[in-house]
Nanobody, 114 residues
Framework: QVQLVESGGGLVQPGGSLTLSCAAS????????MSWYRRAPGKERELVAS????????YYADSVKGRFTISRDNAKNTVYLQMNSLKPEDTAIYYC???????WGQGTQVTVSS
């Protein structure tokens, strides 16, 4: 069965950095575009970043462009989200998803606060 396991969240001060990981299994990872979403308290889930097959095929929401970097390691079936210059408004639960599949992981909490 499809499994998506996010990790790497935590509490960080404004301006800090975190790297999220998502380990995928149960489908052909290398053939799927992957995305990171987030849901902030009281808000709808939003798309943060997507990667098709290489770092040259990426999409970023305007709110994270220039601060976040999505990457993938097909040998490890893992997608990453490097987050720099974090802001309090980045506080959310972060989820990864295979674009073509209707499954979600449990998410990982990111809290940006001093």
């Amino acid at each position: 069965q499809v499994q998506l396991v996010e990790s790497g969240g935590g509490l960080v001060q404004p301006g800090g950095s975190l790297t999220l990981s998502c380990a995928a299994s149960g489908f052909t990872f290398s053939r799927n575009a992957m995305s990171w979403y987030r849901r902030a308290p009281g808000k709808e889930r939003e798309l943060v970043a997507s990667i098709i097959n290489t770092e040259r095929s990426t999409y970023y929401a305007d709110s994270v462009k220039g601060r976040f970097t999505i990457s993938r390691d097909n040998a490890k079936n893992t997608v990453y989200l490097q987050m720099n210059s974090l802001k309090p408004e980045d506080t959310a639960i972060y989820y990864c998803k295979a674009n073509s599949l209707p499954f979600w992981g449990q998410g990982t909490q990111v809290t940006v606060s001093s």
